[in-house]
């Protein structure tokens, strides 16, 4: 067959593919389809309430409703900047308006962070899976990727320490139940990190939507709050090595298209212009509105979301314990919206995908997807946040016969 792409595509985009999770959102839509794919917030959990008080209160008022569909500055509406400057403070990252920039959700930000580091064939080093929105957009801008394996606690040091000694840009990571392993990189982690990179000098990338979807277990300081603490003490070497990225998708909604970033002063700068070039800036009624939410809701937004995801969480770790057969591995993520899944080398993901569709009507993501080098194929992500319990229960007891026959036809064969 021809190649179906457009003619003269740059080297950076021709390599782009349509995303196996995008082409498997369209599954969701199958009532029959139990789908553990689509790794999404609940829309009946969004603040639909407070969303309609907050638009009525700009239409309102002229002066606001002039403001919200005017032009406005590249940096991000004044007021949500210092509302996420004291969001921050609250945990322990100091910074000024200066220090931040509002972008069109935490995937803007990945892109115009990648965009003002990566020159082509420059090393970006990646947690090992990662998020494929990362793998996608980096991988635009023509770098050398380096896979650095997980453990329980986070990237293993050694292989991270022999990935910076080939002196990449960045250090690309979710440290908080990450997308798509379900993993938490442990205090005593970060901080070995914390010191590796400054050791050699390579920034941290630091992707933070989920961290407020937490549901056992105390919060753990983020690279950008441990860095401030080794900044002021005794080695402190005033290099700000972490690029710090927040959003407010999984907490409100993705809709609203609200992320940051909160880096170097120096970095930022730059970023704003890139901000000018690209879309000018947010959308400023969006902001407003976010504003509003996030001052007025977000504490109880983030109450109801940990209550409604624990215990799906809950109900689907319960399943695959009983169910799972004991050759197949999967994490116990402490928040998030993912469990990961690791099978025997028997088990391909992607055909085990296409038979669990068409056999017992359940959707999941293979992991094949979340590899910047190297994937393992016998590996999937399931996210529970969408779904009533007793659908969990019932997809994950359909799978979990489906991987038994499977495993008992291997070993007879
Ligand atoms: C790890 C990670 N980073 C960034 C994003 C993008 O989020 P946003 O809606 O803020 O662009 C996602 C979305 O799923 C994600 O999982």
């Not at 899944?341 to 569709?357: C, K, M, R």
Request: glycine share 8%; aromatic share 8%.
């Amino acid at each position: 067959m021809s190649d179906p792409s457009f003619p003269g595509l740059s080297q950076g985009v021709s390599e782009l593919r349509a995303s196996e999770i995008r082409e498997l959102l369209k599954l969701i839509s199958r009532p029959e389809i139990i789908s553990f794919a689509g790794g999404i917030p609940d829309p009946a959990l969004f603040p639909l309430d407070a969303i309609g008080k907050a638009y009525q209160a700009v239409l309102q008022n002229p002066a606001m409703a002039g403001e919200a569909f005017q032009y406005s500055i590249s940096e991000g509406y004044p007021p949500l900047r210092d509302w996420i400057t004291g969001y921050l403070g609250k945990h322990g990252i100091e910074a000024g308006p200066e220090q931040i920039l509002i972008t069109s959700g935490a995937q803007q930000a990945l892109d115009f962070i990648a965009r003002a580091l990566i020159n082509p064939g420059d090393g970006v080093v990646m947690s090992s899976p990662s998020y494929l929105g990362a793998i996608q957009v980096f991988g635009t801008y023509r770098p050398t990727f380096i896979s650095v394996p997980m453990d329980d606690e986070g990237v293993t040091l050694d292989a991270l320490e022999a990935a910076f000694r080939q002196k990449p840009k960045f250090f690309y990571l979710t440290p908080d139940f990450c997308n798509p392993a379900g993993i938490t990189t442990s205090l005593a982690r970060r901080q070995a990190i914390l010191a590796l990179a400054h050791r050699y000098n390579v920034a941290i990338l630091e992707d933070s939507p989920y961290e407020e979807l937490r549901y056992e277990n105390a919060r753990i300081p983020s690279f950008a709050a441990l860095e401030q603490q080794y900044l002021a003490g005794p080695d402190g070497d005033g290099r700000r090595l972490v690029i710090y990225v927040g959003s407010l998708s999984k907490v409100l909604t993705p809709a609203l298209r609200i992320g940051w970033i909160c880096a170097d002063p120096a970095l930022i700068n730059t970023l704003v212009l890139l901000k000018q070039a690209s879309d000018l800036h947010c959308s400023t009624i969006n902001q407003m509105i976010a504003f509003d939410i996030a001052g007025s809701s977000h504490a109880s937004q983030v109450e109801k979301l940990r209550k409604a995801y624990k215990e799906r969480r809950d109900v689907m770790l319960e399943a695959l314990e009983r169910c799972l057969p004991k050759e197949v591995r999967f994490t116990r993520p402490d928040g998030g919206m993912f469990i990961w899944l690791e099978f025997p080398d028997s088990i391909d993901g992607t055909e085990l995908l296409a038979e669990a569709v068409k056999d017992i009507q359940v959707a999941f993501v293979p992991g094949s997807a979340f590899y910047a080098t190297e994937p393992k194929r016998n590996t999937a992500r399931l996210s529970f946040s969408l779904g009533e319990p007793a659908r969990i229960r019932e997809g994950i007891e359909r799978l979990a016969a489906l991987l038994q026959n499977k495993l008992r036809a291997n070993r007879a064969a």
